[in-house]
């Protein structure tokens, strides 16, 4: 059932993302549904579950964008790699804790993604453009990552599943 839900997460994550697109007034910034999705499963699930939904949640934002195959997975699953190490430290579910999450998150995968195309000469972006893609990137985390965390966590409510089950045999494959 885990399973499943991840997977109907990142479909429903990737048909809102592409249907919203790119928004021009913040810098081309996009909504970060796969990184929100991905934060989520790192706070309230298994290192397993979690690197399935960085994993594939990466796959789907480079499908959708101009990014490099597998650029988006390594830069996810590096964050929940590390949130999912401090789970239990972090309080997950606060809305102040997922904000802030969003927009660090948010900071890293752009800056990382940016200086890797800059670096392989696949964008012409300038600094300000940079910056303006940065802030409104930050700007749609600390609305959506909160958002999404709570969309989740009614979907493991209503089916059952239980928020923070992360050391249970049932989240590996």
Known sequence: MKILLL???LALGAVVQSMLGSWETLGMAKIPMMLSITIYYALNRSQGMMLAAG???GFIKDALGMTELGMSSLIFCSIGLFLNRFQGDLFGNRLIT???LGI???VIVVTVTSGVL???QLTD???ISFLARLAGTCILAAICVPLVGKVLEYFDYMLGVGVGSSSHAE???
Request: aromatic share 20%.
């Open 7 to 9: 997977l109907f997460s």
């Open 98 to 100: 997922m904000v802030w």
């Open 171 to 173: 989240d590996l494959f």
């Open 118 to 120: 800059i670096s392989l």
């Open 125 to 127: 972006i300038t600094f």
């Open 104 to 106: 660090i998150s948010s």
């Open 55 to 57: 994993g594939l949640g």
